[in-house]
């Protein structure tokens, strides 16, 4: 099993920056693509920014340009920087990661969410 446990969401005005942090432990051999999606109110989820283990990074057309994502794979850790922040951006952001167990079987994980709300 796998916990991802995310932190840094709040509130902040329209024009400022957040920076969420994701953290993975468990039975973890390795991680290949972990990021963040996000689902506002009636909404499906979206991607925001994921990035491989290589560094090959995926983008929500939405974030291109405010948004930027990194990892620390000795930590397995996961960053999305987030700036120029729009009332739009509010959700709540979900922390995923995709798996390599030690048994050599890939599983996909979610973490809890944690709510980003920008609002003056």
């Known amino acids: 099993q796998v916990q991802l446990v995310e932190s840094g969401g709040g509130l902040v005005q329209p024009g400022g920056s957040l920076r969420l942090s994701c953290a993975a432990s468990g039975n973890i051999f390795s991680i290949d693509g972990m990021g963040w999606y996000r689902q506002a109110p009636g909404n499906q989820r979206d991607l925001v920014l994921t990035?491989?283990?290589?560094?090959?990074?995926n983008y929500g057309d939405s974030v291109k340009g405010r948004f930027t994502i990194s990892r620390d794979n000795a930590k397995n850790t996961v960053y999305l920087q987030m700036n120029s922040l729009k009332p739009e951006d509010t959700a709540v952001y979900y922390c995923y990661a995709r798996v390599l167990h030690f048994g050599r079987r890939y599983d996909d994980y979610w973490g809890q969410g944690t709510q980003v709300t920008v609002s003056s």
């Open positions: 990035i491989t283990s290589g560094g090959t990074t």
